[in-house]
Every structure is written in structure tokens, then in C-alpha cells.
């Protein structure tokens, strides 16, 4: 997973929280989670197509999926992520 974020902002720091509560309780040591600051590295935000921030991107196991926001609607995150709690 990749979790695009802008450092600082409310809702970046409320995705990050929110994805590892997800994390330590559906998934454990089974996912590898990359997180990228827009700011920092605009490039790779583009080559994404990422616009908006904060936006996850599950890679992998397919299909893929993209979750806009600060992943605090946790049904929803849990669809997109393919976790049945």
C-alpha cells in the first residue's frame, strides 16, 4: 500500500492514525505500507496520479483501489482494502 499524505495537515496525520489502527487489527505483519509526502517527493504524487491528499493505493493482492480521505469512514476502508472485519 501507498499512502500519499502532505506533511502536517490534520487530515494526513488522521489518515496515518487511522491506517495503522487498521493495520495492527486486520492485517498484523501481513502488508507493507509505504508512506509518501507530497510535498517532498511531488514527482512520484503525479506519476500516481494523485491530486488530492490523503490518498491510499492498495497495490497488491488485486484488484487495486484508491481511497481519497482521512480513511476515518472505517467500513468503507475496510471494503476498498478487500477486508471482511
Known amino acids: ?7 502536517g495537515a ?8 487511522n491506517l495503522e489502527a487498521i493495520c495492527q ?6 502488508f507493507t ?3 509518501i509526502d507530497v510535498l517532498e517527493f511531488p514527482e512520484r ?3 500516481a496520479g494523485i491530486l488530492v491528499t490523503p490518498s491510499l493505493t492498495k497495490l ?10 482521512n480513511l476515518s469512514d472505517r467500513p468503507r476502508t475496510l471494503y ?3 477486508i471482511r472485519p
Open 80 to 82: 476498498a482494502l478487500g
Open 60 to 69: 497488491k493482492p488485486a484488484p487495486s483501489a484508491r481511497i481519497v480521505g
Open 25 to 30: 487489527e486486520y492485517l498484523q505483519d501481513r
Open 45 to 47: 504524487a503525479l506519476a
Open 10 to 17: 490534520t487530515n494526513s496525520a488522521q489518515a496515518v492514525a
Open 1 to 7: 500500500m501507498r499512502l500519499y499524505i502532505a506533511d
Open 33 to 35: 505500507l509505504e508512506i
